[in-house]
Every structure is written in structure tokens, then in C-alpha cells.
Nanobody
Framework: VQLQASGGGLVQTGGSLRLSCAAS????????IAWYRQAPGKQRELVAAISSGTRTKYADSVSGRFTISRDNAQNTVYLQMDSLKPEDTAVYYCNQGDWFGYSYVEGIYWGQGIQVTVSS
């Protein structure tokens, strides 16, 4: 399984970015995918996750601003990030895992980290 993340960059406060995570080598349509982030000096945190269907889960800090979606025909999961804040600055990673009930369980497959920087 390979996960290729893209779409990071530098944006001003209030701006938007869209991250993409393209998967290969797996049965993508039945896999749950999540985005994590890690800021300097902080632990990695779950940002958003999507089940193989339509269930989604968001961190409280991004709820209402970020939207996770998937296009199974393109084997890609997207993270639309709007109203970005300086505290969203981090390295973002996509992960292929599992969905149990209302919870996302981290898997062993990771995309490469991509930098998102929000300037004030």
C-alpha cells in the first residue's frame, strides 16, 4: 500500500488549502482513511477521518472549518481546509486504517508528511 499526499503550502490566516491523499496497492473503496497532523513540540493528533462509506469524524479544533471527503473512482481522499488559523500550522499525514462503530483506528500505512503553514 502506498499513500501519496499532496497539496500543502503557505497560506494567510483565513485562507484555504486542499490536501489530497492518493492510494495505490489496496482495496481503497473499503478502507477508512484519516488525516493527522503534528506541530513542532506537540504530539500527533487526529484531524479528520472518513469511513469506507460516508461516516466522518473531526477534531473539535477543526470541526466546521475542515471537510474530509473521498472519491473512490480516483482512489483519493481530500481534506478541504477553510478559515485556516496559525494554529493549524503543522505537518499533515494521511493514514489508512479501520473504522469501528464511531471510532477511527490508526493503521500501519502512512503517506509522507506535507507541510501546511498558516501565516498571521
Amino acid at each position: 500500500v502506498q499513500l501519496q499526499a499532496s497539496g500543502g503550502g503557505l497560506v494567510q490566516t483565513g485562507g484555504s488549502l486542499r490536501l489530497s491523499c492518493a492510494a495505490s496497492g489496496s482495496t481503497f473503496s473499503i478502507e477508512a482513511i484519516a488525516w493527522y497532523r503534528q506541530a513542532p513540540g506537540k504530539q500527533r493528533e487526529l484531524v479528520a477521518a472518513i469511513s469506507s462509506g460516508t461516516r466522518t469524524k473531526y477534531a473539535d479544533s477543526v470541526s466546521g472549518r475542515f471537510t474530509i471527503s473521498r472519491d473512490n473512482a480516483q482512489n483519493t481522499v481530500y481534506l478541504q481546509m477553510d478559515s485556516l488559523k496559525p494554529e493549524d500550522t503543522a505537518v499533515y499525514y494521511c493514514n489508512q486504517g479501520d473504522w469501528f462503530g464511531y471510532s477511527y483506528v490508526e493503521g500501519i500505512y502512512w503517506g509522507q508528511g506535507i507541510q501546511v503553514t498558516v501565516s498571521s
